[in-house]
T-cell receptor, first 118, second 113 residues
Framework: AQKVTQAQTEISVVEKEDVTLDCVYE???????LFWYKQPPSGELVFLIR????DEQNEISGRYSWNFQKSTSSFNFTITASQVVDSAVYFC???????????????WGAGTKLIIKP | KAGVTQTPRYLIKTRGQQVTLSCSPI?????VSWYQQTPGQGLQFLFE???????NKGNFPGRFSGRQFSNSRSEMNVSTLELGDSALYLC????????????FGPGTRLTVL
């Protein structure tokens, strides 16, 4: 069965530290997509990245980087030199191509609350 | 390009009333999904619409319903409100396919007294 696990409920670090948020997924499909979203206190979910199962290259965008490892079914997210503005809840999600559009829904992790202290 | 918009942003209702929430997707997006988010249950999928048809529905009672118009705008309705319906209701739009990226609106925060 498909599932997304974010085992870290809450992480607290001091500003400028690096922090990694873990995401482990389960799927029967060979074609799937993984997503990361950020939810700041305002509530809106902000899209960060989409990665398909055939692209295992790591992605870097400024202070953000993502490590996708199919061998361990993980898609971890690292923030380098964290800032107070990074404080938010971060969600990992999975969509599978095999379910078809009629069964469309994203499978969400429970989220990790990240607190960056000044 | 304008993002996903949701109205109203905040709503206070009393038990037994009904409520209608509105969502305007990003231009060109034909799929609209609705989610309920509560502290205890996290993000829960309500339903998804594409070309005015409901393609998928989450595990919610029949009091929760929705529809989509020909311009892809969507509404969701909750009848006979209960205290437990207090939540942040999020709308997301995507182009069409199950694997397309969903872009979210700011949400409607519903409080039921």
């Amino acid at each position: 069965a498909q599932k997304v696990t974010q085992a870290q409920t809450e992480i607290s670090v001091v500003e400028k530290e690096d922090v990694t948020l873990d995401c482990v997924y389960e799927t029967r499909d060979t074609t799937y997509y993984l997503f990361w979203y950020k939810q700041p206190p305002s509530g809106e979910l902000v899209f960060l990245i989409r990665r398909n199962s055939f692209d295992e290259q790591n992605e870097i965008s400024g202070r953000y980087s993502w490590n996708f490892q199919k061998s361990t079914s993980s898609f971890n997210f690292t923030i380098t030199a964290s800032q107070v503005v990074d404080s938010a809840v971060y969600f990992c999600a999975l969509s599978e191509a095999w379910v078809g559009d009629s069964n469309y829904q994203l499978i969400w992790g429970a989220g990790t609350k990240l607190i960056i202290k000044p | 390009k304008a993002g996903v918009t949701q109205t109203p942003r905040y709503l206070i209702k009393t038990r037994g009333q009904q409520v209608t929430l509105s969502c305007s997707p990003i231009s060109g997006h034909r799929s609209v999904s609705w989610y309920q988010q509560t502290p205890g249950q996290g993000l829960q999928f309500l339903f998804e619409y594409f070309s005015e048809t409901q393609r998928n529905k989450g595990n919610f009672p029949g009091r929760f319903s929705g529809r989509q118009f020909s311009n892809s705008r969507s509404e969701m309705n909750v009848s006979t409100l209960e205290l437990g319906d207090s939540a942040l209701y999020l709308c997301a739009s995507s182009r069409a396919q199950v694997t397309d990226t969903q872009y979210f609106g700011p949400g409607t925060r519903l409080t039921v007294l």
